[in-house]
């Protein structure tokens, strides 16, 4: 006698429905540790944050000429006694403020007493007026003169797709405008010592703000978009095991019987 062998009951971790659990299961745990990356991440802006904010509260340094340690100095405010050498001023590229393109004014400062510079970051310009002629206007301060600013370490080209500022040679002794603010190939062009790291200008506090060029350090203290990313891929991570439950269950719901 031949007995009636009923077909199992479906299950999610049985064929054809196991290859699709262990993916969604495979994908909320991706999900899952991209979320946790980002909390990460933004727990190390946090801390970066805080060491930033502790750096510029430090009384600020005097610049006098002598050798600066980068490490040390980066992101620490300072002041300076000096005279602008306006022939030696050369533009950032690529700069906006208020959404305005731009560019930033760099100038070396004799440093008084030495025999060195410090290269000021004096603020941004409208580009149409980033050419050498237009700036002439924006020489507003003659003689000897007392800055402060936030003391910024040199910038380096990150990859081979950044753009590249062309090397100095007999055919180019000196270029006008630069992407970055690399302070060892703008020396080559200066004919004395820069400092190791550059300032960017400040307005003193209880100073009218001067409108160009416009002081405008760029020192960022948000927190960025991880948290809200984080919280996305939390929800992605809920959203997806619940989606694919109500596909299976929508999919091996039994047919409805119907009475003869």
């Known amino acids: 006698m031949m007995t009636e062998t009923r077909p ?4 999610p971790f049985r064929a054809p429905w196991l290859p699709a659990t262990v993916a969604v299961i495979l994908g909320a745990l991706v999900m899952l540790g991209l979320g946790i990356w980002q909390l990460d991440r933004l727990q190390q802006r946090r801390v970066a944050n805080a060491q930033i904010m502790a750096r510029m509260s430090q009384p600020a340094l005097e610049l006098t000429g002598r050798a600066l340690d980068p490490e040390a100095s980066d992101l620490r405010r300072a002041t300076v006694r000096g005279v602008f050498d306006y022939d030696q001023e ?3 590229r690529n700069r906006t403020y208020g ?9 070396p400062l004799r440093i008084t ?4 510079a410090v290269l000021v970051d004096r603020g941004w310009i409208p580009f149409e007026f980033s050419s050498v002629e ?5 020489r507003n301060a003659t003689g000897e003169v007392e800055i402060q600013g936030i003391l910024r370490q040199s910038q380096m080209r990150r990859n081979s797709l950044s753009p590249a500022d062309p ?5 180019r002794a000196r270029l006008d405008a630069w992407f970055r603010v690399d302070l060892p190939r703008i020396q080559e062009q200066v004919p004395y010592r820069l400092l190791s790291l550059y300032l960017e200008e400040e307005t003193p506090p209880g100073a009218e703000a001067r409108w160009l060029p416009r002081p405008d350090p760029d020192i960022q203290l948000d927190e ?3 948290f809200i990313y984080a919280s996305q891929w939390f929800a992605f991570a809920a959203m997806l095991p619940l989606v694919y439950a109500f596909l299976y269950h929508t999919r091996t719901k039994p047919a409805p019987k119907f009475a003869d």
């Open 8 to 11: 199992s009951a479906p299950s």
């Open 113 to 116: 007493g030495s025999d060195a």
């Open 90 to 92: 050369v533009i950032l």
């Open 167 to 171: 090397p100095l040679g007999p055919e």
């Open 134 to 138: 237009q700036r002439a206007q924006f």
């Open 99 to 107: 959404e305005v393109p731009g560019v930033h004014q760099l100038v």
């Open 224 to 226: 960025g978009s991880h």
